[in-house]
């Protein structure tokens, strides 16, 4: 083989080795990305998840206070019309006693 083939070889085998880097350059870029917009794509499954059970918590609590809330006022409200019935009957009573 003569010094021009050989150099000719080198040369050919030199832009192969540095297309072969080339790509396996590419390669790993694609597979980086790859994995970036894997990780992205679970982040936002994730914030969406936390965000929907925020926003559960959040009306389980509203519903607790306003629950309690009414038992509350009924029982205000029962207490409230307790004392007025005692009032009304104590009101009776006196009105029976003068009458006699």
Excluded: C, H, P, Y
């Excluded at 021009?4 to 790993?28: A, F, L, Y």
């Excluded at 990780?39 to 925020?54: C, H, P, R, Y």
């Amino acid at each position: 083989m003569s010094n021009q083939n050989r150099n000719n070889n080198n040369q050919q085998n030199q832009q192969n080795q540095q297309n072969q880097q080339q790509q396996n350059q590419r390669n790993q870029q694609n597979a980086t990305q790859t994995v970036a917009n894997t990780i992205n794509n679970g982040t936002d499954v994730v914030f969406d998840a936390v965000q929907n059970t925020l926003q559960a918590t959040e009306n389980i609590a509203t519903n607790a206070v306003n629950q309690t809330a009414q038992a509350i006022s009924k029982t205000t409200n029962s207490i409230g019309n307790g004392g007025s019935q005692k009032q009304n009957n104590q009101q009776q009573n006196n009105q029976q006693n003068n009458d006699q």
